[in-house]
């Protein structure tokens, strides 16, 4: 398909960074893994599993768009599938940092958290609707889409590094005298 074709360095840039940043993730997660804290699960539900999450759909719609499709119904059948799931994890995600006693989440924390990957999920979900008649229209959405969740993962990976840099090591270093 010519059309996926003009999107090839996007997708190349885009899944190598997301691929990149799972992995980088994982080493600050083990980094991190001595510190006490508690109801990390409960915690981690709400603000870790999410990100390499929203890290690992954008490198799988990365990959998905750099198949050889012979017709775009195939990959937007797929990508939609996508974003039904993912819509359905970020309602799922929403109700775990509500119900998590960990952290009280601020308007920022419920806007990277919970509404733009819903947003992003959502577009998933509904651009197989115009791939058929406006391909270049739902390739661009799909592009979002897996930018939006790219930024939101940074976003969000950057924001538990620094509350555990920072503010878990004051409460630690709190705990000890």
């Known amino acids: 398909m010519p059309e996926l074709a003009e ?31 508690l109801r990390v699960a409960e915690a981690g539900a709400a603000f870790a599993t999410p990100t390499i999450v929203h890290f690992g759909t954008t490198l799988f719609l990365a990959a998905l768009l750099r198949v050889p499709w012979q017709s775009i119904i195939l990959a937007a059948a797929l990508w939609g599938l996508v974003g039904i799931s993912g819509a359905a994890y970020a309602v799922i995600v929403a109700r775990r940092v509500r119900q998590q006693s960990v952290y009280q989440p601020e308007f920022e924390d419920w806007l990277f958290h919970a509404v733009l990957p819903l947003a992003a999920y959502v577009i998933l979900a509904l651009s197989p609707f115009a791939a058929f008649s406006h391909t270049r229209d739902a390739l661009f959405c799909v592009g979002a889409a897996a930018l939006l969740l790219l930024f939101v993962g940074i976003h969000n990976a950057w924001d538990s590094i620094a509350y555990h840099v920072f503010v878990n090591k004051q409460d630690t270093n709190t705990q000890r005298r």
């Open 7 to 37: 999107w090839d360095s996007f997708y190349v840039i885009v899944g190598s960074a997301a691929g990149a940043l799972i992995g980088l993730q994982f080493v600050v997660a083990t980094l991190i893994a001595d510190r006490p804290a």
